[in-house]
Every structure is written in structure tokens, then in C-alpha cells.
């Protein structure tokens, strides 16, 4: 079932354009993540949602009806969302239990009612020991807790957050992203969650939307978006890769100083004239001697121009044979190929994503 | 299922029938954020409170004394007579005057204090404080008492020590009236020369240094460069609030036998009072204020002087030699013109059976003090007016200010700079005008106030505003809206926000804008002389109308319980909220 729709969502400030014609359908309990660089729009769109700003154009809906139009917006009190904001917006004024509490008291929930609820959410973030405590006494990672709690606790339709993880340290954060997986898996909310972050969002989300300059590049789920990105900005935000330029003529697609043949790539009927892929470098293997011809690859002799040793893996960079391809590789610890060192690339056209 | 993509979605709202419903009036309802009715509310409350008696000055002032036609008679009848120009000139003259010896005053007292190693600079300071606290109408009382013709101190010590027969000084002139308003004026010059002079670093001294310059040569011709929009900034300040200045004026000025424009409004409003021909004769003192604070907008907005204030640098004390004590010695003149002297006779009166006795222990007496505050009722009563009243206005200008501040900073309606023009507006008002208006706006129906003391309280809030609205503005700026806007998405609505974490939030910097306005609300006189009735006494008004009588020994006891009311609200404000709290209020 659908629960939220935007429709042609723009928000403009003066002559900035924020967001650009934005859709997006979030099924009920669905997990999406707002992808994209810092100024693309994500926190305009999150706001937009909540209802503390209107768009300029197009509709949100909820439950089939509208809460947002340019002429008039449902305020955000009316919509029983929550919200986690980009500086977690904790109430100096309130202790811990009384920050979570407030959204139960507005609800006009019974005393009694509020302290279980607030003492179990507490129990969930493992904060209940800290519950006395007002925030400014509070460490960024417990803040973050709190503030994850009070919005939970309220069990709303929509929970909203705003990279809440970017203000804590590598290990916080890494922790605290299957953190918030956990609790959506526990409460099934429909979530969408603002980052700049591929890994928080990879671990997070059910779907992710990449955002560019306030426009949708992509949608689709972590795995799909890394495996199939479908523009040339999704495919180089998500991860490194290789961008290959071609033109297809005579059943094949011809490169810099190789080809590869037309019915190898999945898209085949779909490609014609210039096109351009995704290659991501570990879909591409190093050997020394050329691998036997199969149906499935092809092999492109080259040399190692350059190779950087990274513990987990060896990142190599290597040069097809007369081309001006520079083309990056990631090889197992053991794979080790010397500089100007004679290689061979193979390559699974499959795995070539088709870009825009 | 959801959709996948964006182009799939852009697909059902092409073809779908919901994007082509239109927004109906009932969900345009459904959707308003009723506080909207509020704000609206509260821009009205501002408009009239601002507007309307501006409004009323300009009709009344156009509209003929007995038949209410359009006609420009009053400004013939305001302008027609030599004595009334005269007036204008006197005003001018003040102005100018006073602001000559200010820069005198004021100039090297903060030179010396910011950047040199004169001894005793906290006393200098708690003086200029204590200068700031003592209301200039007491300050006239004060110089009568030491310069009045014969029996002042300072005649009386002449003759004591040269064995003349009269004393040299006569405080009723022009030049008397110069020196006291000037007294209560120069520390305006003292704080803003002396902010500007914190913000130059020695570095800039030690480039003309090296270069071969002396101090003197140093100082005048690098740094004093350097904080002259300052100081051109502080004699427009000094200028503009010696012209409108009521009370010393009136003290002086009129048994002097001169006029000063203030004087004059108030002599056309005795009975009866032509409210008509006062609008209009106001009118320049009106305009000159609007446009010099113009200009000096200009002055301090200027980018080279914003640009000095950013960072301050490494500063050392200029070395004075034996000079400081020179420098010592011109700051304690100063302040002993405009605080030490007068306190000195201020209390020897107060609690003197008969100030002309002298210092001596059987001239003391509690009686005046007791008689203000207990015996007499009607003294009584306008001490307990003082403070309702002042706290009244402070707690309604407040109210307004944050409001208006609030939905000015979250741009809550469109035409929010608008607001806050119109709330800083009352700043470049002369209390007097503001209070021709209020007399002009509410003294016939609809809005019947003369005669209550909502007229003095409303005119109180009107004209400290601008305090409330730079301190509650300032305030608000400190505020993450996302404190909000949590509480909102949380099911709490604007006015929640409000309740719940705006106000606890701003607890004492409200507390410190309060005190901030309820100071001067308790010592105002120029717009309560206008306003009040026989009902409505304030403890200003008491002490300027007993002031015909010669009893200064009552006088000096009013004054007094002012002096001590600022005091104990000036302490609690630092207890309160902090060191700099005093200074904020310069900030506008
Ligand atoms: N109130 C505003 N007035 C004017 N421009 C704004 C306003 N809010 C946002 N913008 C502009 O809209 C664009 C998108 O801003 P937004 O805050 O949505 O970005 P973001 O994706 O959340 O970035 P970040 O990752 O840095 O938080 C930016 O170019 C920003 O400058
Ligand atoms: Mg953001």
C-alpha cells in the first residue's frame, strides 16, 4: 500500500531552485534513503514532507490525501509524523525522559502510559540510565539516542531524519546505522532518511533515491543502484568505477583501440549510435596469460601503469593496449602485478551498466 | 507496490485524477495554522500603537482649531511669531552646544580609559554609570542647588572665599542649561567613542610609530581618524536627545525667560490647549530627528568602520608620565560636574529639614523621605503609579516586541522587514511628539484614554519598543528554529513551541529586556507631562510640578527614591543576567 507520494515536488527560494521535480512513492513500512551531495536538496524535500516548509510546486500526499500543495500546506502538527533534524533539536530546557515524553503528552496520553512507554523506548536506545540528565550534560552519540527516541516513541505515521549520524565519529556511526535498521525492522515505520553517506545509506535502506542539483537521478534498491546505476552521476557517487565511452557500429560496440561484441551486453537491443558504461573495477580481472575465449567475456591486453597496495586489496590502474584508457582495477592481496608489467584484462560485458 | 522510479510516478500523475483536483476552500481551512489569527492580532495592536498617533499628529496638525477643515493655518499660527522661531533657534543652539561640550567631555575621558595607563579607571567608570542612572531632570534640580543665583553652593563658596557680594554663576541661562544637559549626555559620547577605540589594535598605532610619529601626533592623526564615525555617530545621539529633552529645560529654561522648542509644546498646551498648532510646531523637530538618524545609520553602516570592528588585535596602554595624573584629574572634573557634585547635593537635600543650613548634623532629617513615601498620598500614590505603570508598559512592550521579533525571524507573513521598521521606529520619535500624538489619537472617541493611565502606560510601551524589540530580535536570533520545529512535528503547534521552549529558553534575556524597559519607564517625564491626569501621577511629573513651589528638600527626595529604584532594578539585572547587561541597551 502506498503511504506517502510526492508528485512533482519543486521548491524554489528566489531564483535558487532546491528541488526540481521530484517524485518519489513510499509503500507503508518502506525504509528510502535520500542520497546526494551537500546542497542537492535533501533537507528542502525532508522539510517539504513535514510540512515546516510548502512547495512551490506539485503535491504531497498522504494516505491518498493531499497535505501539500503551493496554496496550502496541512501544518506539521496536524500529520503525525516525527522528525530527527540535522542538529537533533533536543530541548535544552527538558531532561532526557522529558524530551521523550512530550510528543506522548501532546497525544494526551495517560500518565502512567507515558512513564512505561518512555522507560521501555529509553530500554530500546539504552538510555534509561541517563534519563535525568539534561542534554547539554549529554555525549553527541546519547543526544543522537535521544533524539531517535522521542521520535519513535510517538509511533508515527512517517519518521523523518536528517543525516543524524554526521555529527559523530567513524565508529558511532557505523554502529549506530544498524542501530536504526534494528529499530525499523522492530517498529516497521515508514522512514525516510537524509544522508550524504553511500554506506549509511547501502546498510539503512529498503530503497534509495539519488538526488543531483534537486532532481531524482535514480531510484532503486542498494544493491540494483551499485549493480545497474543508470547515470553518469549515480554511477560515479555510488562507489568508484570506470567510465567507458563508445559507439556501436557493425554488431559491435567499439572502444578506444578494442571492442566488444553487441549481443555480449545485456542491454543489447537498447544500445545504438554513442553510448557510454559503468565498469565497476572489481567486476574486471587481471591475469598474466590470456583466459581462454568463453561466451561470457571478452579479454583486452594492456599494462599496469600505476598500483597501490591497500591491505585488503591491491588498487591498480592499467592502460588497454594503445589506448587512452586508464582503466582501475581492484585484485585480491595475492593478485600482485609489477608496474609496466604486461596484463590481461577480462571483462564480463554483463556487468557493463549502460549510462546516460 | 511502490512505483520504482521517478519517471513511473510522473506517469500516474499525468494521467491520474488526483493532481487535477483543485484545492478547496474547506481544505484550505483544514490546513491553516490557526496562531495566523494571533500574529494577525498582535501586527494590529503594533500598527495602532505606532501608527495611529503618528497618524493623528499629522491630521490634527492640518485640521482647524474650531472647525476641524483642512487648512494650514496652524503651521502659519506655529511659525508666524518671532518668539516662537526664537524657539527653534534656542533648540538649535542647545543642540549644537551641547554636543561641542560632550565631544569635549566625553572624547578624552574614553581615549584615556581604553588606551592609556591612567590610574583609577573603575572609579571613572562607576561614575559614568552613576551619570547614566541619574535622571538629567534631577540633574537640574542638582545644579540649582549648586549655581542657582546667590544661594547655590558654588555662589555661596565664591562669596565665602573672595568675600564678594553676589555670586558669578546663574544656572538660569543658556549656558547653564548647556552645561547640565551636556553633563547627562556625554556618556553616550564616552561609550561609543570607547567601543570604537577597544577595536583599534596597537598594530595600527605602532605603523605610525615606526614611522617617527609621537604619541600626539599618533593619536591624532591615526587614531582619532579611525574612530570618527563614531564619535560624528555620537554627536548626532547627543544632539538629538538635547533637543528633545523636556524636563531640564523646563527647569531651567523657563525661569531663565528663554524658550526651547520642547518648553514652547508645552506652552501651547496650557489651558486651553492647542493641540493643533503643538502638532504642528513639532513637526521640524520631527523631521530633523528622522533624518539624522538616517545619517547616522549611514555613519555606523559605512564599510570601513565595520570593517575595523573585526578583529581587535594585541593592544598596549599608551604611556602618559606624570600626565596621567593630569588626565585623572579632567576625568574626575567631568564627573564631578555630572555625578559627584550632585549626588552630594541631591542627598545633603533630601534629607536636610532646610537644604540652605548646610551640612550639619541637626539639619538632619528623615521627614521629607517619610513624607513622599508615607505621609503624603498623594506623593504615595505616585510612587506605587511608578512602578505599576512602568512594569504595565514593560511587560506590554515586551510581550509585543517578542512577538513581532518572532514572527519577523520566522517569517511567519510576508512583509516582515516592514514590522520591524515599524517597531524600531518610536527609537527616532522625541518622547514629546510621541506624546502630542497619543494626546492627538485618544483624547475623544472611539478611543477614549486621556484621563486613565492606560494613556501613560501604552505611551510608556510605545516609546521603549524599540528596546524590547533589539533585545527580544537578538534574543530570538539565538534560537535554532529546529528547537521548534521539533515540537511542531511532534503534534505541539506554534504556540506550544512558544510555551514550551521559546519562552524557558529565553527566560533571562527576557528578564534582562524587562528591566531594561521598566528603568526607563519609571523616570520618563516628557511624554507622561503631556499625558497625565490629576489621578495618574508619576513620581516625574510630581517632582517637575512641585518644582514651582521651591521646595526642593521634597524634590531632592523624589528624586532620590528614582535614583534608588534604578539602582536596585540596575543590580537586580546584573544579578540576573550579567556584567554587560547595562550596556545592551546602546545597542539600538
Ligand atoms: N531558506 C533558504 N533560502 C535560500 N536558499 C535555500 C534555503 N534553504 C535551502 N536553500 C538552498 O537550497 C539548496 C538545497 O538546500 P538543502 O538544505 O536542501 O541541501 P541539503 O541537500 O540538505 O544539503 P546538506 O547535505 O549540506 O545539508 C541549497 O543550494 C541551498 O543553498
Ligand atoms: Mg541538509
Partial sequence: ?356 | MAPRDASAVTEVVRTGSLAARPVGYRQRWRHLDKSVFLWLFLIGVLLVLVINPLARLFWVSLQHVDTGALTLENYVTAYGRWRYLEALVNSLVLGLSVAVVCTLFGVPMAWAVSRTDMPGKGLVWAAILGTFIVPSYLGAVAWILLAGPNAGWLNRAYMWLTGAAAGPFNIYSMTGLVLIVAAYSFPYMFVFTRSALDMISSEMEDAASTLGAGILRTTLRVTLPLTLPAILAAIIVVFLEAIALFGAPALIALPGRFQVITTMLWQFFEFPPKVQVAAAYSMPLLAITVGLFWLQRRLTGRKGYVAMTGKGGERRPVRLGKWRWVMLGYCLFVTSLSFFLPMVVVLQAAFAKAWGRGFSLDNLTLHNVRFVLVDQPLTKAATLHTFVYGATAAAIALALALCIAYIVQRRLVPFGNALSFLAMAPFVIPGIVLAIGFYAAYTQPPLLLYGTAWILILAFATRFLPIAYANSDAAIRGINPELEDAVRILGGGRLMAIRRVVMPLLKRALAGAFILVFIPATRELSAAIFLYTTGTQVLSVLLFDKSDEGNFEILASIGLILVVITVALVMLGFRLVGRDFMLRRTSA
Fill in chain 1, 1 to 356: 500500500m502506498t503511504k506517502l507520494t510526492l508528485r512533482n515536488v519543486s521548491r524554489t527560494f528566489g531564483s535558487v531552485v532546491a528541488v526540481d521535480d521530484f517524485s518519489l512513492a513510499l509503500a507503508q513500512g518502506e525504509f528510502v534513503a535520500l542520497l546526494g551531495p551537500s546542497g542537492c536538496g535533501k533537507t528542502t524535500t525532508l522539510r517539504m514532507i513535514a510540512g515546516l516548509l510548502d512547495p512551490s510546486a506539485g503535491t504531497i500526499e498522504m494516505d491518498g490525501e493531499v497535505i501539500s500543495s503551493p496554496g496550502s500546506s496541512l501544518p506539521p502538527e496536524k500529520r503525525g509524523m516525527s522528525m530527527i533534524f540535522q542538529s537533533y533539536a533536543i530541548w535544552p530546557n527538558m531532561t532526557v525522559a522529558e524530551n521523550v515524553a512530550f510528543g506522548l503528552q501532546v497525544r494526551r496520553v495517560s500518565r502512567a502510559e507515558t512513564r512505561t512507554k518512555v522507560e521501555q523506548i529509553l530500554d530500546v536506545v539504552q538510555m534509561r540510565h541517563l534519563r535525568d540528565r539534561y542534554p547539554a550534560e549529554l555525549s553527541g552519540g546519547q543526544q543522537q539516542r535521544v533524539a531517535l527516541a522521542r521520535a519513535i516513541v510517538v509511533q508515527p505515521a512517517v519518521l523523518l531524519l536528517d543525516e543524524p549520524l554526521s555529527n559523530l565519529d567513524a565508529n558511532l556511526r557505523e554502529e549506530m546505522r544498524y542501530e536504526i535498521r534494528r529499530l525499523h525492522d522492530e517498529f516497521h515505520i515508514t522512514t525516510v532518511y537524509v544522508t550524504h553517506d553511500q554506506a549509511e545509506a547501502m546498510v539503512t535502506s529498503d530503497r534509495i533515491a539519488v538526488m543531483n542539483q534537486g532532481r531524482v537521478e535514480q531510484v532503486d534498491e542498494p544493491r540494483a543502484l551499485y549493480a545497474r546505476p543508470r547515470t553518469r552521476f549515480v554511477a560515479g557517487f555510488i562507489g568508484r568505477t570506470n567510465f567507458l565511452d563508445g559507439e556501436v557500429r557493425d554488431g559491435e560496440v567499439a572502444f578506444d583501440r578494442f571492442a566488444i561484441g553487441l549481443e555480449q551486453f545485456a542491454e543489447a537491443p537498447a544500445l545504438s549510435g554513442r553510448v557510454s558504461f559503468s565498469l565497476r573495477p572489481q567486476s574486471i580481472r587481471l591475469l598474466r596469460q590470456r583466459p581462454p575465449a568463453s561466451s561470457g567475456s571478452s579479454a583486452i591486453p594492456g599494462h599496469v601503469v600505476q598500483r597501490a597496495y591497500l591491505g585488503e586489496h591491491w588498487d591498480y590502474v592499467v592502460r588497454p593496449a594503445d589506448s587512452g584508457l586508464q582503466l582501475r582495477v581492484t585484485a585480491r592481496p595475492h593478485e600482485v602485478f609489477e608496474v609496466g608489467e604486461t596484463v590481461w584484462l577480462e571483462v564480463d560485458p554483463r556487468q557493463m551498466a549502460h549510462i546516460q
